[in-house]
């Protein structure tokens, strides 16, 4: 995570943390987690953090340790990095909330357009796939260390036309079973 926060950056997300972190057993709830994502200026519901919280609870906890919360976070940031316009109007979800235009059909708009951003973020080649050697370079940008054969394995697990590689549609079903 060093590469990615400063030393600030980091101090201010353990604050954050330990703030949510209501027992101080170092991890939190998706309550907890809903909680800290509001004070970061996120407005979301509990089943989304508990969605959240499966995507990157390594170790299956079914709760969040502050170094699965830095990956959470250095997600985001690379999202808001490379989706300027959402930085520049971050009240526009809140208005749109107030004036009842997010209904559910809309927010499966936006979630699938979110995972194809994200998707399309992941895909570095821009070759419509995500490829062991994509998810490699992720992993290590955010400090962990994967080996092909875990890589290839994980691809197995989503590849359902069996080429070896994820693509968008593959990557829209296994966020979706998050």
């Known amino acids: 995570m060093a590469d990615i926060f400063s030393q600030e950056q980091m101090d201010k997300f353990r604050v954050i943390f330990e703030q949510f972190d209501?027992?101080?057993d170092g991890d939190i709830s998706a309550k907890e987690l809903k909680g800290a994502l509001k004070q970061l200026g996120q407005v979301t519901d509990t089943k989304s953090c508990k969605k959240m919280i499966k995507a990157y609870d390594k170790n299956r906890t079914k709760r969040m340790e502050f170094k699965e919360f830095l990956d959470m976070m250095a997600n985001v940031f690379q999202y808001h990095l490379s989706h300027p316009e959402v930085?520049?109007?971050p009240a526009n979800a809140e208005k749109q909330r107030k004036q009842g235009q997010t209904n559910s059909s809309a927010r499966e708009v936006a979630t699938n357009k979110r995972l194809e951003d994200l998707?399309?973020?992941l895909d570095g080649d821009e070759s419509g796939f995500i490829d062991a050697e994509e998810i490699i370079k992720l992993t290590e940008?955010?400090?962990?260390k994967m080996s092909l054969e875990e890589?290839?394995?994980?691809i197995g697990q989503v590849d359902k036309d069996g080429d070896g590689r994820v693509n968008k549609d593959e990557f829209k079903r296994l966020m979706a079973s998050k």
């Open 22 to 24: 209501k027992n101080g």
């Open 87 to 89: 930085a520049k109007d």
């Open 119 to 121: 998707f399309d973020s």
């Open 141 to 144: 940008k955010l400090g962990e």
């Open 151 to 154: 890589v290839q394995e994980l």
